[in-house]
């Protein structure tokens, strides 16, 4: 349930209608925007008497929520959410950002060449796999501790925040120095990890499911928020289709939906989505035309020799060519 307010409601009142609320047992949730403030209810409301609040002198509107997810739903929150990542690092809102980096990370001189060059090209954000989730346990793992170590030098050497993936809560000490805490694609249903990562204040990059709508993706959203984090930016990296030219089949239009249910920000991996680092600029130049938040590419030194996804890495320079072209589309959508 929402509760939209009146423009000239006063602090005191707002807060004695909070407190009465809240001796139903529901939790409030208050976003106040530039246009309005509201109040979202999260929990039974079933007791709570809407026609009782819509007669209340501050109450513009009263509306329940159909969505099973409350927190993510943009009638809670209107406006877009940016999540602060670094000091002058931001997603979400019309900030476009650049995250990139290796498949896994697997060497010092691999993560300073790629850092260096992708930081030159105009990416905010690095990345690398430290936990990999192989399909095969007879391939490369990840270099697990060693990995997150090699990422927080390359961040002291860049400055680039880093983001980097978890699979097993009990890493989660590891993360400390981290700025973006990865749920992949397998894990986004992986409801334990996720209640846990709702207990810390890192942003969450959460991507979508090999073969999840995007109802569930919001839902596991919910669970992180539901803890109390709600700084979650959601990834479409493409989904399983009957399709056998591409790993994936990139839904663009994931982005348009996602945006109209949540206010949540929505980057797109074209990496993951094709499979083939030939396709990656073409989906990276639509999926800033639909609207994404940012993109996460896979980058590599020398892909032929890649450890994980060399197929699907770009070069340096190809990174470099990407960022150059989606900054056109994005010139070219401004007041469109
Ligand atoms: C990754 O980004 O390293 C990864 C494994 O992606 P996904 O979870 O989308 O397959
Ligand atoms: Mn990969």
């Known amino acids: 349930m929402i509760i939209a307010l009146k423009k000239d409601t006063c602090r005191e009142e707002r807060e004695r209608l909070i407190t009465w609320l809240e001796s139903y047992g529901v939790r409030t949730h208050l976003s106040e925007g530039e246009f309005q403030t509201i109040i979202g209810l999260v929990g039974d409301t079933t007791r709570i008497d809407t026609d009782l609040i819509s007669g209340l002198e501050i109450v513009e509107s009263v509306t329940r929520i159909s969505e099973p997810f409350k927190k993510a739903n943009r009638k809670f929150h209107p406006d877009d959410t940016v999540i602060q990542v670094a000091e002058n690092v931001a997603v979400g809102g019309g900030q476009f950002q650049f995250i990139a980096g290796p498949c896994s990370v697997e060497s010092e001189e691999q993560m300073e060449t790629v850092a260096k060059a992708v930081k030159a090209s105009g990416a905010g954000i690095l990345r690398g796999g430290a936990f990999k989730p192989r399909t095969s346990p007879y391939d490369f793992q990840g270099l697990h501790e060693e990995g997150i170590r090699l990422l927080l030098e390359a961040k002291k050497r860049t400055g680039l925040p880093i983001i980097t993936e978890i699979m097993d809560i009990g890493h989660l000490p590891l993360f ?117 938040d940012g993109l996460m590419i896979e980058v590599h030194n020398d892909p032929p020799h890649a450890r994980c996804d060399g197929p699907q890495s770009l070069t340096p320079e190809q990174f470099d060519d990407v960022v150059k072209s989606v900054r056109k589309v994005l010139d070219a959508l401004k007041g469109a």
């Open 176 to 292: 400390e120095q981290v700025d973006i805490i990865q749920v992949g694609a397998r894990n986004m249903q992986n409801f334990e990890l996720l209640k846990e990562l709702g207990k810390t204040d890192k942003p969450i990059l959460l991507k979508r499911g090999l073969a999840n709508n995007l109802k569930e993706l919001l839902m596991s959203a919910e669970y992180i928020m539901a803890g109390g984090n709600e700084r979650v930016i959601l990834c479409e990296r493409g989904v399983r289709t009957f399709e056998t030219y591409t790993r994936n089949t990139l839904d663009l239009s994931a982005v348009a939906v996602l945006h109209e249910l949540s206010h949540l920000p929505v980057v797109v991996d074209p990496s993951h989505a094709t499979g083939h680092a030939r396709y990656v600029k073409p989906m990276a130049l639509a999926a800033a035309a639909c609207g994404a």
